[in-house]
């Protein structure tokens, strides 16, 4: 709807407003004015609310991504740096001196920085939940389950080794001079450590053991796999999980792995163990001293024959903990092993094709055995019977009896392995294909109903039609039958 006003000094007849928007005509200078009436249809509040929340949860997902990242990056900066810190102690310089000091400071350092953003990750994961729920109390969020696994996350991400501190801070100049001097002799443990013997036996074990409890950190792969998916990230994913009732959990991105790409990802997980299994076993049998698994090559032989539970028994570990690496990777060999086994007995499997195909072959061909079969039992009946008659030898008698028999049983076998077969082939029925075949079914049956009701009013205004004939013929026959005879009425 549009309102226009017209201006002239003289006669306005004739006038007209050309492609620039100037007045042009027989008269004076003139102008038109056109001003919209309806105007745009503005936004509600409810709808403003909606989009700004869902741009937010955008932009709160993706610094949920780039925290994970970085938290895994540091960790694995951490792991990368201890591991150099327990194999370069030895050989390149002796605890307490100021690389080992440096390295150490860098793993602490590390290991605060991934505190600070594992809780900006909480921080956001926080306020995802406050947008997807309409602005709530953020106190409601952290409930007791969410303290705690914040807590325990916390705790396995602040373990590292601190043995290099009590080195500092312990040790005076007259031992370091003594040290030095002396070129004092370090113990197996204080040297793959990297802490003195000064501290005793326990300290060098509590260092073995914040050395190995660092590989914890790797729980950050799969919130880096899940936050990274594009499962995750795809809209159709999302929509069609929500409504399915789908929680996106890690435990659903590894099924969908498993089948889309199951050799790379059970080859991936199977290094991860054979590596990060072998180093924790050369440092931990490095404790003592003429041990053949405390050099790296025995140490991924001992991994790799435990793993697939061969065990040949010409090495074996010789401390404690050692042991307990041997027997976790076991398990995990049992367990990898059963995955594999499902991959490859799916992937051997054959699919709905090729089996209703086998299956329909295989009926084909026990079809045509039990003819066969049907056709001795006729003919051995036939020759029982012309044995009988003819009355020949009662050798002969049984022999055909015999042959009767196995043949009965035979067709009794082809016949029942039929049913079977046609058993397990009705239970391969494809559900939604018969979902889909009663559908449509259903929708056939609507439309026959439909036609059938608009034939049924067809012929019923047919009827009605038939029926003013009828009374219009007998009304013109009695004005007929009263024209020609007055008297009849």
Not at 118 to 132: G, P, Q, S, V
Not at 146 to 166: D, F, Q, R
Not at 292 to 307: R, S
Not at 395 to 420: M, S, T
């Amino acid at each position: 709807m549009e309102m226009t006003t017209s201006g002239s000094n003289g006669d306005s007849k004739g006038d007209y407003v050309n492609r620039d928007g100037l007045n042009g005509g027989n008269s004076g200078d003139t102008t038109e004015i056109t001003v919209p009436l309806t105007l745009p249809k503005r936004m509600t509040p409810v709808e403003g609310n909606n989009l700004y929340r869902l741009r937010d949860r955008k932009f709160v997902l993706e610094d949920k991504k780039r925290l994970c990242a970085w938290a895994l990056g540091v960790a694995l900066l951490g792991i990368l740096l201890m591991i150099c810190r327990a194999e370069m102690c030895p050989s390149v310089y002796h605890p307490g001196s100021s690389y080992s000091f440096i390295i150490s400071c860098s793993i602490s350092m590390s290991t605060a920085c991934l505190l600070v953003l594992i809780i900006a990750f909480h921080y956001k994961d926080i306020r995802l939940f406050i947008i997807d729920h309409h602005h709530v109390d953020w106190r409601i969020a952290m409930t007791g389950h969410k303290m705690l696994l914040i807590s325990l996350e916390l705790l396995v991400c602040a373990v590292h080794p601190v043995g290099t501190y009590w080195e500092v801070a312990l040790s005076t100049p007259e031992w370091r001079t003594q040290r030095l001097d002396a070129n004092t002799s370090l113990s197996p443990t204080a040297s793959v450590l990297c802490v003195s013997e000064r501290h005793g036996e326990r300290v060098a074990d509590a260092e073995l053991l914040l050395s190995l409890l660092m590989f914890l950190r790797l729980y950050l792969v799969h919130r880096a796999i899940l936050l990274h998916s594009k499962v995750l990230l795809s809209a159709s994913y999302r929509s069609i999980g929500s409504l399915n009732n789908i929680n996106f959990t890690f435990r659903f991105v590894l099924k969908v792995l498993m089948d889309k790409y199951p050799a790379r990802t059970l080859l991936a997980f199977i290094l991860l163990i054979w590596l990060v299994a072998s180093w924790m076993l050369t440092l931990c049998e490095r404790q003592k001293q003429q041990v053949k698994t405390g050099n790296m090559d025995t140490a991924l032989w001992l991994i790799a024959i435990t793993f697939l539970t061969v065990g040949y028994g010409d090495v074996s570990p010789e401390t404690s903990c050692g042991k307990g690496v041997c027997l976790l990777t076991g398990v995990m060999g049992v367990a990898c092993t059963a995955m594999l086994v499902a991959v490859v007995t799916k992937k051997l499997a054959l699919n709905k094709g090729e089996k209703h195909v086998h299956f329909f072959m295989l009926d084909i061909q026990i079809s045509k055995r039990i003819r066969h079969a049907a056709a001795n039992v006729l003919r051995e009946c036939w020759l029982r019977h012309r044995t009988n008659l003819c009355r020949r030898s009662n050798a002969e008698q049984r022999r055909h009896q015999r042959c009767l028999l196995e043949a009965i049983r035979v067709f009794r076998h082809l016949r029942l392995k039929q049913r079977k077969l046609r058993d397990y082939a009705s239970e391969m029925v494809d559900l939604p294909k018969m979902q889909m075949i009663m559908c449509d079914l259903s929708a056939n049956w609507n439309n026959s109903y439909r036609e059938l009701e608009q034939r049924i009013l067809s012929m019923e205004q047919k009827l009605d039609d038939l029926n003013q004939c009828f009374q219009q013929t007998s009304e013109l026959l009695s004005r007929a039958l009263c024209h020609r005879n007055p008297d009849i009425r």
